[in-house]
């Protein structure tokens, strides 16, 4: 596998994160039928790439509009991605499941605009992502394309996740998924260390 792909398949995996998505899509989830709860999960990921795919194509224009330069964005990602990660490391997550009879067309597309689409798949990390690993002045169109595919694939894993999620979430149980999600986060705090450096190394012309 080309290696630009499989970094890029690593770091988007680990900051979409999609097993530990499941245990907020069955909270969210829980009060409708199967096939609602699956019309939810397609149209979370659908808006997921929406919001995605805007930000690789207008997301540098709009820094450079903002007079932000990609060193300075690589710094701060790396720092908000830091935090995010350590608190995937280190928080303990509470979700809890709604109760009611939710099931109307208001209620399904609440539900997978917020907090599905956004912040669990495509929340400021995902954003940051995909603007750094498409930055115009390190990336040609095609790379920026395979970049483009990778995210779409890893949002097709993340519908698949959803589609099954009680086998998921009945297969890892609480503390299968808790493990996940915190070694997820270990190497999301690497990744952002790395993106901290990079920037760091860009804005002062470093050789290391």
């Given at each position: 596998m080309d290696q630009h792909i499989f970094t890029d398949f690593v770091y988007l995996l680990v900051v979409i994160d999609p097993i530990g998505v499941v245990p907020e899509f069955i909270a969210v989830t829980g009060h409708q039928s199967p096939e609602a709860r699956r019309r939810t999960a397609i149209r979370a990921v659908l808006i997921s790439a929406a919001i995605l795919i805007a930000f690789i194509i207008a997301g540098q224009i709009l820094l450079e509009a903002l007079g932000i330069t990609l060193p300075s964005f690589s710094i701060a990602g790396?720092?908000?991605?830091?935090?995010?990660?350590?608190?995937?490391?280190?928080?303990?997550?509470?979700?809890?499941?709604?109760?009611?009879?939710?099931?109307?067309?208001?209620?399904?597309?609440?539900?997978?605009?917020?907090?599905?689409?956004?912040?669990?798949?495509?929340?400021?990390?995902?954003?940051?992502?995909?603007?750094?690993?498409?930055?115009?002045?390190?990336?040609?169109?095609?790379?920026?394309?395979?970049t483009a595919l990778v995210m779409l694939f890893v949002l097709a894993l993340t519908l698949a996740v959803f589609l099954v999620a009680g086998t998921v979430q009945r297969f890892l149980g609480e503390t299968g998924a808790d493990v996940i999600g915190r070694v997820s986060g270990l190497v999301l705090a690497a990744l952002a260390v790395e993106t901290i450096l990079d920037g760091i190394r860009a804005s002062f012309s470093l050789p290391f």
């Amino acid at each position: 596998m080309d290696q630009h792909i499989f970094t890029d398949f690593v770091y988007l995996l680990v900051v979409i994160d999609p097993i530990g998505v499941v245990p907020e899509f069955i909270a969210v989830t829980g009060h409708q039928s199967p096939e609602a709860r699956r019309r939810t999960a397609i149209r979370a990921v659908l808006i997921s790439a929406a919001i995605l795919i805007a930000f690789i194509i207008a997301g540098q224009i709009l820094l450079e509009a903002l007079g932000i330069t990609l060193p300075s964005f690589s710094i701060a990602g790396g720092l908000v991605l830091l935090a995010i990660s350590l608190q995937r490391i280190l928080t303990t997550t509470d979700i809890q499941v709604e109760e009611g009879p939710k099931s109307s067309v208001g209620a399904l597309r609440d539900v997978a605009v917020f907090p599905l689409a956004t912040p669990h798949i495509a929340g400021p990390s995902a954003i940051l992502a995909v603007v750094l690993l498409t930055d115009n002045e390190k990336f040609g169109f095609f790379e920026q394309a395979q970049t483009a595919l990778v995210m779409l694939f890893v949002l097709a894993l993340t519908l698949a996740v959803f589609l099954v999620a009680g086998t998921v979430q009945r297969f890892l149980g609480e503390t299968g998924a808790d493990v996940i999600g915190r070694v997820s986060g270990l190497v999301l705090a690497a990744l952002a260390v790395e993106t901290i450096l990079d920037g760091i190394r860009a804005s002062f012309s470093l050789p290391f």
